[in-house]
Each structure stands twice: as structure tokens, then as C-alpha cells.
């Protein structure tokens, strides 16, 4: 029986009704091996998001930027406030979204979106982008593609949300480079910030220790040799280590 059998499910529907007012997000990078030990201690703990039947799902993203990487370089640059544009799909619905991710000078992100695809009008893209990024949509282009599996759990009081990401692939649109980091886990833990987390403890225990991990921005170090990347360095060599192991 796989671990994930020892979880109770629970549907879209009610992981809608997860509120988290005061909402904190920190993560955390963890090998395969680690992830199935935190896996074991969490079951009794929390839910596993179910969609059909399923709890292990495939999510697709394609990232956009200026020619010159501007949003990659203020990252890189420890800007407070900066952008992310992707177009995301889930790939077991075919559903996706334009998304703008945009961090304030305070730390907290804001997520918008608007469905996307064919029924997209080119106007309507044009004026969500500009509004909600500052970006025209003629100065952004594709710069990089990740595919990966996501688990999405819940804890019983739902005052929490986790997010695993693992068999993590980038494909470069620039380069043409490749990058697979099958063999890590990328969590996030989304939560209250008034109440304590179950799984910290779980993570102490089993020495995963937070971390800030930007599949943009780290994608982009692995895959195109052309950009800085200084500040990520201890980063890019954690990540090689574990791989590693």
C-alpha cells in the first residue's frame, strides 16, 4: 500500500472552504526520501486533496519576461517589490490561467488571474497585464516551461494548506536547455499565522529546513547560462547536494 492510501480525502469543494485570513506562506526543499518519511508522520494529522479520484496531479507552466530578464534580474537583485507572468494549466482538466504573482515591499504576494487559452481576447490579455504586472504584452516573451506533480493536503482543523510539487522539469524557450530535478520535493505550507502548524514539528524532526525556492528564477539559474546568478549560488549547490545523496 502506498503512504498515500493512509490519508483521508477530501473533495475541491470543501478545500474551497479553507480560509485563511491571515495567511503566512513558507517553504521548504526536501529529498524524495524525506518527503516519504513526512508523508508517514502526517496522515493521521491531515486530508489529501482528491479530484476524481485522484490525489497526484499535473501541472504545467510557461513563464514570461522582458528580452533581458528584467523580472529574473530583480529577484536576483533582492528588489522588494517585483512580478512574475506565467500561463498555468492544470493538466488534468486542461484548464489554465494567466497569472501575475506580485510581491509588495512588505513580503506578501498577491495572486490574479483570468482564464486563459483561445477564449483569451488579445485586448483583454493586453489590459489584465498591464494592470495588474505594469508590463505592455508586446515587451513580454516566453522565456522558460516547468512541468511537475502536485499533492495539495489539509489539516483537520483546516486552519492549513500544504503543497508538495516533486518530478520538477524545466525546458528553456531561449536556451533550449533542459533541467530535471526529479528527486526533490518543493513544499509550501499556507497558513494561519494566529495558530500553530502540526507539520512543524514533523519538518524539525526530520531536519527539512525552510527555504526559499523560486521555480522561476531557479529554473531559469539552471537553464541559461547567459544570466547572473550570484545570489543564488548557495542555492543552486544546496540543490546539487541533495540530489546527490
Same mark, same amino acid.
Given at each position: 500500500?502506498?503512504?498515500?492510501?493512509?490519508?483521508?480525502?477530501?473533495?475541491? /469543494?470543501?478545500?474551497?472552504?479553507?480560509?485563511?485570513?491571515?495567511?503566512?506562506?513558507?517553504?521548504? +526543499?526536501?529529498?524524495? $526520501?524525506?518527503? %516519504?518519511?513526512?508523508?508517514?508522520?502526517?496522515?493521521?494529522?491531515?486530508?489529501?486533496?482528491?479530484? !476524481? @479520484?485522484?490525489?497526484?496531479?499535473?501541472?504545467?507552466?510557461?513563464?514570461?519576461?522582458?528580452?533581458?530578464?528584467?523580472?529574473?534580474?530583480?529577484?536576483?537583485?533582492?528588489?522588494?517589490?517585483?512580478?512574475?507572468?506565467?500561463?498555468?494549466?492544470?493538466? @488534468?482538466?486542461?484548464?489554465?490561467? %494567466?497569472? +501575475? &504573482? #506580485?510581491?509588495?515591499?512588505? @513580503?506578501?504576494? !498577491?495572486? &490574479?488571474?483570468?482564464?486563459?487559452?483561445?477564449?483569451?481576447?488579445?485586448?483583454? #490579455?493586453? !489590459?489584465?497585464?498591464?494592470?495588474?504586472?505594469?508590463? &505592455? $504584452?508586446?515587451?513580454? +516573451?516566453?522565456?522558460?516551461?516547468?512541468?511537475?506533480?502536485?499533492?495539495? %493536503? +489539509?489539516?483537520?482543523?483546516?486552519? /492549513?494548506?500544504?503543497?508538495?510539487?516533486?518530478?520538477?522539469?524545466?525546458?528553456?524557450?531561449?536556451?533550449?536547455?533542459?533541467?530535471? %530535478?526529479?528527486?526533490?520535493?518543493?513544499?509550501?505550507?499556507?497558513?494561519?499565522?494566529?495558530?500553530?502548524?502540526?507539520? $512543524? $514539528?514533523?519538518?524539525? #524532526?526530520?531536519?527539512?529546513?525552510?527555504?526559499?525556492?523560486?521555480?522561476?528564477?531557479?529554473?531559469?539559474?539552471?537553464?541559461?547560462?547567459?544570466?547572473?546568478?550570484?545570489?543564488?549560488?548557495?542555492?543552486?549547490?544546496?540543490?546539487?547536494?541533495?540530489?546527490?545523496?
Amino acid at each position: 500500500m502506498s503512504v498515500l492510501d493512509t490519508f483521508p480525502t477530501i473533495s475541491l /469543494e470543501e478545500m474551497k472552504q479553507v480560509k485563511l485570513m491571515n495567511r503566512t506562506d513558507t517553504k521548504f +526543499v526536501a529529498t524524495e $526520501a524525506q518527503l %516519504l518519511s513526512l508523508l508517514a508522520l502526517a496522515s493521521e494529522a491531515y486530508m489529501l486533496q482528491a479530484i !476524481d @479520484g485522484e490525489v497526484l496531479m499535473p501541472y504545467y507552466t510557461r513563464y514570461y519576461d522582458t528580452p533581458d530578464c528584467e523580472m529574473y534580474r530583480n529577484h536576483l537583485h533582492g528588489k522588494l517589490t517585483r512580478n512574475k507572468v506565467r500561463v498555468r494549466r492544470y493538466e @488534468g482538466s486542461g484548464v489554465e490561467f %494567466l497569472e +501575475v &504573482k #506580485r510581491k509588495n515591499n512588505k @513580503g506578501r504576494t !498577491d495572486k &490574479k488571474r483570468i482564464p486563459s487559452g483561445k477564449g483569451l481576447a488579445e485586448a483583454e #490579455r493586453s !489590459d489584465f497585464l498591464l494592470k495588474m504586472s505594469g508590463y &505592455k $504584452a508586446e515587451t513580454l +516573451v516566453p522565456q522558460i516551461e516547468n512541468r511537475f506533480y502536485r499533492l495539495t %493536503l +489539509v489539516n483537520r482543523n483546516k486552519t /492549513e494548506r500544504l503543497t508538495i510539487d516533486t518530478k520538477l522539469r524545466f525546458h528553456n524557450l531561449v536556451s533550449g536547455a533542459d533541467c530535471d %530535478l526529479t528527486g526533490l520535493a518543493i513544499i509550501e505550507l499556507k497558513r494561519d499565522g494566529r495558530v500553530a502548524s502540526p507539520i $512543524a $514539528a514533523m519538518l524539525n #524532526r526530520l531536519r527539512i529546513k525552510q527555504s526559499g525556492f523560486s521555480k522561476y528564477c531557479m529554473g531559469m539559474a539552471l537553464t541559461n547560462p547567459a544570466l547572473p546568478s550570484n545570489r543564488f549560488k548557495p542555492r543552486l549547490r544546496m540543490i546539487s547536494k541533495m540530489l546527490s545523496r
